[in-house]
């Protein structure tokens, strides 16, 4: 069965820096569509970056400039670079993966994902 398994959350101060991993195990996803989302106590998912292909990145208005998305196919990873943290960025956040891929207009859409990591918590306070 595949298994995404989450890493790299924590406590830190406005202004500092984590990095997410999400590894795959069971499939391999040559094709597949990766993404971050971010869910916060009584609102949606939202959707934070994405990566269609390893040269194709694509990272929400909100935290653009700030965090960077990035793909290891070997390893069968993705990874969230989250820096210059703010209180507003505070959020269980998820990894997910497609098996087939999918195209630019459904990658916010969660509906299109098959596969998600157990979340993983980010809190950003002083």
């Known amino acids: 069965q595949v298994q995404l398994v989450e890493s790299g959350g924590g406590l830190v101060q406005p202004g500092g820096s984590l990095r997410l991993s999400c590894t795959a195990s069971g499939h391999t996803f040559h094709s597949g569509a990766w993404a971050w989302f971010r869910q916060t106590p009584g609102k949606e998912r939202e959707f934070v970056g994405g990566t269609r292909s390893p040269s194709n990145t694509l990272i929400t208005n909100s935290v653009k400039g700030r965090f960077t998305i990035s793909r290891d196919i070997a390893k069968n990873t993705v990874y969230l670079q989250m820096n210059s943290l703010k209180p507003e960025d505070t959020a269980i956040y998820y990894c997910?993966?497609?098996?087939?891929?999918?195209?630019?207009?459904?990658?916010?859409?969660?509906?299109?994902?098959?596969?998600w990591g157990q979340g993983t918590q980010v809190t950003v306070s002083s």
């Open positions: 997910a993966v497609t098996k087939r891929g999918l195209i630019l207009s459904t990658q916010r859409n969660p509906a299109e994902y098959d596969y």
